[in-house]
């Protein structure tokens, strides 16, 4: 299970190119939009990915049925996502004319209840409960929200691992960090709930991490 809260689409590209499947809440193409459709995520699919705050690739669709305008949130096939057509030829007006994503400090956590944003987080909420351990990368501790899933996931059983990949973590992290969650960095590290490994993610082998984690869990 993957989360991410960047905009970016680097890590579907990458599991693209690797000819990895995954599912990341949007169906298969209705034309030229792939749909987005959280049950999906129910299906047994190996791999599953989670943008936590929307993503350059999605775009709010709206046409008419029936005499009624439906709105639907969908990724296109193709770079302009102004001229796409449903299966049936029809066409299907871009409602937004932007991408669907979260910027700002405390505004997000408003949105948070909304769209596709309300189903990313009602997954992680019960991915968090089914899972001991997570991988961390890139994430800066400065969103109140997911502190506090966060947080709340640590304190809940002594068996929960955070493992924190970052280069100097007690400077950029611990030192920087804008939330309330920087407070607690010493008293995580000492009750072994957080482990930082100081290297980036680009520098960490994948097996020595699980064999850190083994030996840590």
Not at 163 to 174: G, Q, S, T
């Amino acid at each position: 299970d993957i989360f991410s809260l960047n905009h970016d689409t680097l890590v579907e590209r990458h599991l693209s190119e690797q000819n990895i499947s995954f599912a990341d809440g949007f169906g298969p193409a209705d034309g030229e939009v792939r749909f987005f459709d959280p049950s999906l995520y129910e299906a047994n699919q190996k791999v599953k990915i989670f943008k936590l705050h929307g993503s350059l690739g999605w775009f709010r669709f709206s046409k008419t049925v029936g005499g009624v305008n439906v709105g639907r949130y969908g990724i296109p096939t193709h770079w302009d996502h102004w001229h796409c057509r449903d299966a049936q030829g029809n066409w299907i007006q871009d409602s937004e004319g932007k991408p669907i994503f979260l910027a700002g400090t405390y505004n997000k956590i408003f949105d948070y209840n909304y769209g596709p944003f309300a189903e990313m987080h009602h997954w992680l909420h019960g991915v968090l409960k089914e899972h001991n351990i997570m991988v961390m990368s890139g994430y800066g501790w400065n969103d109140r929200a997911i502190n506090g899933r966060l947080t709340e996931w640590l304190y809940s059983s002594m068996d929960k691992r955070l493992f924190l990949l970052h280069e100097n973590p007690e400077l950029e992290i611990k030192k920087k960090s804008k939330s309330g969650m920087w407070h607690l960095y010493d008293k995580f590290v000492n009750d072994g709930r957080l482990v930082p490994i100081k290297k980036w993610l680009c520098d960490v082998r994948y097996d020595k991490l699980l064999e850190q984690i083994r030996r840590t869990a």
